[in-house]
Every structure is written in structure tokens, then in C-alpha cells.
């Protein structure tokens, strides 16, 4: 049965990996299927993601998206495809500390740039020579990832996260999905009250607390279900198809 729905949501902020892409990291039919469904009703529907750019855009263009989109957390904001709005870069000085804190704990580390991704097997020598915009270590050893977090928040400049329970993200102070949120609301003059985020882990959590209606996967961080205003179903059972379905259409199972 559909009823009609007092609260007009008018943007929906999707996570990629563990909230709109499966385990195979494809969009399901049904995922599909109820974005677009939401797209035709005048909802605006974007990706807000940890990824690079060079990531995403597979995805944006299988959709057939023209909406705004973060990426890097926030390290950019795009009005749409192809039209950067806002870039927040990491100085190579921090680069640099941030690889020698990787190698003092042995851990694997990546870099997304401008130019593309980087990892402890592919790097740049020359750091200056890239636009850095996110940092990440990965270890499956909480205490050695609690050890490191604790070294990079002393310096108190930048914005510590997670993409995986065993991974530590890094952006400058500030710049989050949150923040990027922020200026795609001011972007389409709407507020974050209009909003609906769905994500899974604490990448995505300041931008759940923000938003009008804040969700969580079913298979998300622990965290991220007691932040949340709903929890949905697991990423391999269209857990955002039906958020959108309960949310915007107030269809139910």
C-alpha cells in the first residue's frame, strides 16, 4: 500500500561500499530500481564516499546520476559531474609523516591524489608532485591502529575516521561527509533536516548525526547503529531500496 508521506525528504546521501554496493561492489536491481524510482519524484540522489573520483565515476555514469557528489570523505565536492565545486588538499609534509608513521608500525597505508591512487606498493617519491586529498592505514591489529590514532591526534589537524574496522582514514581537520553535505545543502538551498544518509561505518557518522533522517546498515560498525535514527537491512539485502521505500513512499514489507 503507498500513503502519502508528511516529511518530504529531498536528497539522499548514499555511502558506497557497504551501504548501496554489494559485496561484489554492484548495485543491485532493486537498489536500482528505487533510485530511480526516488530521481523521478524529484529527490535528489548522490553518492557521498570515501573513494576517489576516478572510483566512483563508473558508477555515477551507470546510474545515469547528474547530481552533486562527495568523495574523499569530503576532500571534494563536485556540483556534478565534471564541475568541481570545492577541493581540500593535505600538504606533502603531512604526507610524509603520515608514511613514516605507517612504516614505524609496518602497516599498509594508500594515498588517494587528484591524479589517482596510490598505495605502499605503487607510490610517489616526489610527494609534492600530486594534489593529496585522504591518507589511510590499514592493520588487522586494533591496538597497533589504536596506537597510531592516538600519535596522529596530538598533532590536532586532522579528521580521523574509518572505512573498515581495521583501517584508519585521514583528512584534514574538518573535512568530512558531513562538511561536504553541508555545501551540497547550501549548493541546492535546502537544509540538512531535508536530508536522508545512509552509510555503515565512522566515515560516515558525523554526516548520519547531521542529517534529517540518519541510517544505518544492518551490517554496520556498532557505532553507527547507536548514531543512527534507523537501522536498515544488510547491504546484500537492498538495505537502501528500502529506506527508500519506508522513507519516501511509505510502502511497507
Known amino acids: 500500500m503507498t500513503r502519502s508521506t508528511e516529511k518530504r525528504y529531498k536528497l539522499i546521501a548514499l555511502d558506497m561500499d557497504g551501504t548501496v554496493l554489494n559485496e561484489d561492489t554492484q548495485i543491485s536491481e532493486e537498489n536500482r530500481k528505487w533510485i530511480h524510482r526516488a530521481i523521478e519524484h524529484g529527490v535528489t540522489v548522490m ?4 573513494r576517489g573520483l576516478q572510483s566512483v565515476q563508473p558508477y555515477v555514469q551507470e546510474l545515469g546520476l547528474v547530481s552533486p557528489m562527495i568523495a574523499s570523505n569530503g576532500g571534494e565536492v563536485w556540483e556534478a559531474p565534471g564541475l568541481l565545486k570545492t577541493r581540500h588538499t593535505m600538504d606533502p609534509e603531512w604526507i610524509r609523516e603520515l608514511v613514516e608513521l605507517a612504516r614505524k608500525h609496518d602497516t599498509w597505508f594508500w594515498g588517494y591524489a587528484v591524479e589517482g591512487l596510490f598505495n605502499k606498493e605503487r ?3 616526489d610527494l609534492g608532485s600530486v594534489e593529496w586529498l585522504k591518507f589511510g592505514y590499514y592493520y588487522e591489529d586494533a591496538e597497533v591502529l589504536k596506537t597510531i590514532q592516538e600519535e596522529l591526534q596530538t598533532s590536532g589537524r586532522y579528521e580521523l575516521t574509518n572505512s573498515h574496522p581495521f583501517n584508519i582514514e585521514v583528512n584534514p581537520y574538518g573535512v568530512s561527509k558531513e562538511s561536504g553535505l553541508r555545501e551540497v545543502c547550501e549548493l541546492l538551498g ?3 533536516a531535508d536530508c536522508i544518509a545512509m552509510g555503515d561505518s565512522r566515515n560516515d557518522l558525523k554526516m548520519i548525526r547531521a542529517a534529517g533522517l540518519g541510517v544505518a546498515m544492518g551490517n554496520a560498525q556498532e557505532e553507527i547503529k547507536a548514531a543512527a535514527d ?5 547491504h546484500n539485502e537492498d538495505g537502501v531500496a528500502h529506506v527508500i521505500r519506508k522513507f519516501l513512499f511509505e510502502e511497507r514489507d
Open 123 to 125: 607510490w610517489v617519491e
Open 190 to 192: 535546502i537544509t540538512l
Open 230 to 234: 534507523y537501522i536498515t537491512l544488510h
Open 47 to 50: 553518492f557521498a564516499t570515501g
